[in-house]
């Protein structure tokens, strides 16, 4: 036939032809990868904000009169649930410093927070590459591109959370040679508590900055990133008091960004795509 033209099937990703557990498995590392990076953002975070002074006391409250009401007008269901009762998450711990001594050692502190937190990242990092080793050795496991892909960035992030830890290490070292009571205070810190601060507040200031700002992709950014946070910490903690409070904080958090993506599509904002 003249003029025809031949139909040419567009490529297939390499995930499409594999098997269940491949696929599961690669999102499984997706996941740990982009919580360890959300880890290592959050003790970037805790850098500045420990120069300040001090341990982070218990999580800032959602469910002031402003930030409700910003949930309420766009629709969020009068505002996220109060992040109380979590007896992991919010007790401060017996070695909370005087308020006193918090300017003196303000930057030390931030500093044993990062310290956390990148050990945190890297062990989670260090567990993602034996799953994916593992998983190839078993041959359930296919070393297509997005895996090597996922892979590299594993092992870039993995070294580099430890470059910090040894970093952060050899300066505190030296700091807590004759700061004893100090020394004790740092053993309470917790990357799960401090995780769970930071997505709180996370989810406070950009409701603050909805409301009184248009809604962007940036505000759908912080959202999505607080939700992901949450998402990981429901995989640390083991407490099914704290349990509840995550999923319940979480469910608010996904709930908001739904409606947020029903507007933007009523407005001719285009898609959101999920975090």
């Known amino acids: 036939m003249v003029g ?3 139909f040419e099937p567009p490529a297939l990703p390499e995930e499409t032809l594999m098997e269940r557990e491949h696929t599961d498995t690669l999102r499984d590392l997706g996941f740990l990868l982009s919580f360890a990076e959300g880890l290592m953002e959050v003790a970037a975070v805790r850098r500045s904000h420990g120069g300040g002074g001090g341990p982070a006391g218990p999580p800032p409250c959602c469910s002031s009169s ?7 007008r766009v629709g969020g269901g009068g505002g996220p649930p109060r992040p109380s009762g979590l007896p992991l998450l919010q007790q401060s711990g017996g070695g909370t410093l005087p308020q006193h001594s918090l300017a003196h050692y303000g930057t030390e502190w931030g500093r044993a927070e990062q310290l956390v ?5 890297a062990e989670l990092l260090a567990s993602a590459l034996h799953l994916a080793k593992e998983k190839v050795e078993m041959g359930k496991l296919s070393p ?3 895996v090597k892909q996922v892979a590299r960035c594993l092992n870039v992030r993995y070294k580099e959370s430890v470059q910090r830890c040894r ?15 100090f020394a ?8 799960e508590r401090l995780v769970y ?3 709180v507040e996370l ?6 900055d909805e409301m009184f700002h248009h809604v962007d992709d940036e505000v759908m950014s912080r959202y999505r990133k607080a939700a992901l946070l949450l998402d990981g910490l429901g995989h640390l903690v083991t407490e099914s008091q704290d349990l509840e409070a995550i999923a319940k904080y979480k469910l608010y958090v996904e709930r908001h960004l739904e409606n947020l993506q029903q507007q933007q599509q009523q407005l001719g904002g285009g898609s959101v795509v999920d975090y």
Not at 66 to 72: I, K, M
């Open 4 to 6: 025809e033209v031949a």
């Open 167 to 181: 970093e952060l290490a050899s300066r505190l070292a030296r700091f807590l040679c004759d700061k004893q009571s």
């Open 203 to 208: 989810v406070r200031a950009t409701a603050l």
């Open 144 to 146: 297509s591109t997005a």
């Open 197 to 199: 601060a930071h997505a």
């Open 66 to 72: 402003s930030c409700s009401s910003s949930w309420e």
């Open 117 to 121: 937190l990148y050990m945190k990242a």
């Open 184 to 191: 004790c205070a740092v053993g309470s810190v917790s990357a």
